[in-house]
């Protein structure tokens, strides 16, 4: 399961109009362009998919972002008995007049700080508030009438973070390829981001979340055996991350979960190897972000057709 709340949809292209436009002005009062997407996939192959915009009065963030409400979806931060974390509601229309409505609970099973980076060159700041947490919520698809034509129970581990853009007249036009893993006894994190030289060239993160703890190390990247995905996204065969301090992981992207023009989500085959020797091995998301693509007119009117609209479902 993925579940995104933009305060400002990336691939919207009323916003890259907007934003193209207005380069170079305050754009302190722009409108936003807020939209939320979910994804739902099982036994190998996407179940469920759906992207919607909404006007820029359906978004509400509570000044310490502990409540996020977008349309008639929503997550907050609360806690409970068995634990705290996110809680999550949506309800979204998605193609053949159906909707998904679901509940969630994202509690935080670590102890570990969330960690927050400002990274000058992509002009970014990310949070990752809950690196590792217990997942378990049930997914309903209802009819045009409001039948259940679908029910979804789900349980397993997850991860949250926050995402923005401090500069709001500046685009980050910079590849990104990042990921996260879930082993037995620990999470990997990491990113790639490549920038213009003139902004410092690329940096890459490595950030391993073990015994209540992070620790965020840079890292050296490969990339190797690239090919195209149907989208036309260059896509690595493999790529492995190592560290000064002798940590490496190995990612082999396998089987696509979402894919368009800007973006890719895939999963992956993993491999942590520690200075001590020890290994570890799971299956783990990989994204990959292509955001200049947008100056493409073509790609732009195309993918605004799979994104619903002003509470109308988008049209596949």
Not at 283 to 305: A, K, Y
Request: glycine share 10%; hydrophobic share 35%; charged share 25%.
């Amino acid at each position: 399961v993925m579940i995104r709340f933009h305060a400002n949809y990336p691939f919207s292209a009323r916003y890259f109009k907007l934003k193209e436009t207005r380069r170079g002005s305050p754009g302190n009062h722009d409108p936003r362009f807020p939209a939320l997407s979910f994804i739902y996939r099982s036994e190998g192959t996407q179940a469920l998919h759906a992207v919607c915009e909404f006007e820029d009065g359906e978004f509400t963030l509570s000044n310490k972002g502990e409540r996020c409400l977008i349309g008639n979806s929503s997550f907050r931060i609360d806690a409970a008995e068995y634990g705290s974390g996110y809680m999550l509601a949506i309800d979204i229309p998605m193609s053949g007049k159906r909707t998904i409505k679901a509940e969630f609970e994202w509690l935080s099973i670590d102890t570990a700080p969330s960690e927050k980076m400002f990274d000058p060159g992509s002009g970014s700041a990310w949070n990752m508030s809950a690196p590792r947490a217990d997942v378990s919520g049930r997914i309903t698809v209802a009819g045009r009438y409001g039948e259940v034509q679908r029910l979804v129970h789900f349980r397993g581990t997850g991860y949250h973070d926050h995402l923005m853009t401090t500069d709001t007249n500046k685009r980050a036009d910079g590849q990104r390829c990042w990921g996260r893993v879930h082993f037995a006894d620990s999470t990997v994190v990491f990113q790639r981001f490549a920038h213009d030289e003139a902004l410092g060239g690329a940096s890459s993160d490595l950030f391993l979340i073990q015994n209540g703890s992070t620790l965020k190390q840079e890292a050296s990247y490969e990339a190797r055996n690239h090919v195209r995905d149907r989208s036309g996204l260059k896509i690595p065969r493999v790529l492995s991350l190592h560290t000064e301090d002798g940590v490496e992981l190995l990612v082999k992207p396998l089987t696509v979960i979402h894919s368009g023009f800007f973006e890719v989500q895939m999963l992956s085959d993993m491999m942590l190897k520690l200075p001590d020797g020890r290994s570890s091995h799971a299956n783990g998301l990989t994204e990959f972000i292509d955001p200049g693509r947008m100056r493409n007119p073509f790609l732009r009117w195309f993918t605004d057709l799979r994104v619903g609209k002003k509470g109308r479902p988008p049209l596949f």
